[in-house]
């Protein structure tokens, strides 16, 4: 799998539309989000065109996702947040608007307003012992 001519990331990598890059080696590259949530809210790409993560194979996430205790540390340190979210959004039901696999990292302090929207729930009596098999089968 190499480039989308069509993919506004794989138009970033190529260097064909600009970005505010902030790290690349041979397969990765991190650049600033044009639209950020927080200051310093950066995207973490694959150089190679994968739509979705189940498309990746897992020696390019291994490869991608090493550099992420760095990524963490320089992104919270000079925007002086207090932590961070690592996201992906995979699918559109997910929330993905670009379909090339990325990562955001997210800075977040506490007066940040961002908050949480997701809600947990509880497994019925016996239903989470259910799901535990079925994944663990479908992990075979
Ligand atoms: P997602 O909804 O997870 O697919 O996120 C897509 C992200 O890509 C959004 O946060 C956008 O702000 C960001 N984005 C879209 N186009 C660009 C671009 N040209 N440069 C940097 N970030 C972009
Ligand atoms: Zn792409």
New binding site residues.
């Given amino acids: 799998m190499s480039a989308d001519p069509n993919c506004?990331?794989c138009k970033?990598v190529a260097g064909q539309?600009p970005?505010l890059r902030v790290f690349e080696d041979d397969g990765t590259l991190a650049?600033?989000?044009?639209?950020?949530?927080a200051e310093g809210?950066m995207?973490v790409v694959p150089k190679e065109h994968y739509a979705r993560v189940e498309d990746m194979p897992p020696d390019r996430m291994a490869a991608l996702a090493r550099h992420f205790p760095r990524f963490v540390r320089a992104v919270t340190r000079v925007t002086s947040a207090e932590g961070c979210n690592l996201?992906?959004?995979n699918e559109r039901v997910a929330?993905?608007?670009?379909p090339h696999v990325?990562w955001?990292v997210i800075p977040r302090s506490a007066a940040d307003g961002l908050g949480f929207r997701w809600k947990p729930t509880k497994y019925a009596t016996g239903r989470g012992e259910v799901v535990q098999q079925l994944v663990k089968d479908a992990l075979l």
């Fill in positions: 506004i990331f970033i539309i970005a650049f600033l989000d044009i639209g950020p949530l809210h995207l996201l992906l959004n929330g993905q608007e670009v990325h955001h």
